[in-house]
T-cell receptor, first 110, second 115 residues
Framework: RKEVEQDPGPFNVPEGATVAFNCTYS??????FFWYRQDCRKEPKLLMS???SGNEDGRFTAQLNRASQYISLLIRDSKLSDSATYLC???????????FGGGTRVLVKP | GAVVSQHPSWVICKSGTSVKIECRSL??????MFWYRQFPKQSLMLMAT?????????EQGVEKDKFLINHASLTLSTLTVTSAHPEDSSFYIC???????????FGPGTRLTVT
């Protein structure tokens, strides 16, 4: 079983719609969680950290469920520019290596 | 956020030659740097972790004699792909983190093509 698993998609989303997807992780000792965004042929860029209480950044909402070991990302009012691959990332400790999920591809269409 | 640069951004080399890729943290001291490789349509795979002044720790399956990593200062790490072959063609990305930070800041990546 992979340490971090994601539905690869693609999720085809009409512009303006809401899309949500999850990521599961296997290591219960994981300490910190992130969503990164990666555009084609570019480096990953941090979208948001995920906190235990859940957090929101504009149109993006992230949730963490430690009991079930999954995190989620919800995008509201999708824009064409939201088309990208979203990487779920887990870290066990400060300065430690990140473990990446395979990514969920989102395609927002007019 | 913090800035990490990589050089070169792309390189084409002949089979059998060596290629050096530099990763620099421009505005912070990176106690740890990470090197990743990403093949088309796949996610990032960690190759090695390097702490300043010490030997790199390689992930299982990554040949340390082929992928030489040097982290001589708190702002610079280098990855040398020795005797490169076409199967080494990939997108190589570095990241850097500070001592107290969970976050990693990624460089823009280096696209290596071995002919």
């Amino acid at each position: 079983r992979k340490e971090v698993e994601q539905d690869p998609g693609p999720f085809n989303v009409p512009e303006g719609a809401t899309v949500a997807f999850n990521c599961t992780y296997s290591n219960s000792a994981s300490q910190s969680f992130f969503w990164y965004r990666q555009d084609c042929r570019k480096e990953p860029k941090l979208l948001m950290s995920v906190y235990s209480s859940g957090n929101e950044d504009g149109r993006f909402t992230a949730q963490l469920n430690r009991a079930s070991q999954y995190i989620s990302l919800l995008i509201r009012d999708s824009k064409l520019s939201d088309s990208a691959t979203y990487l779920c990332v887990v870290n066990k400790a400060a300065g430690n290596k990140l473990t990446f999920g395979g990514g969920t591809r989102v395609l927002v269409k007019p | 956020g913090a800035v990490v640069s990589q050089h070169p951004s792309w390189v084409i080399c002949k089979s059998g030659t060596s290629v050096k890729i530099e990763c620099r943290s421009l505005d912070f001291q990176a106690t740890t740097m990470f090197w990743y490789r990403q093949f088309p349509k796949q996610s990032l795979m960690l190759m090695a972790t390097s702490n300043e002044g010490s030997k790199a720790t390689y992930e299982q399956g990554v040949e340390k004699d082929k992928f030489l990593i040097n982290h001589a200062s708190l702002t610079l790490s280098t990855l040398t792909v020795t005797s490169a072959h076409p199967e080494d063609s990939s997108f190589y990305i570095c990241s850097a983190s500070g001592q107290l930070s969970y976050e990693q800041y990624f460089g823009p990546g280096t696209r290596l093509t071995v002919t």
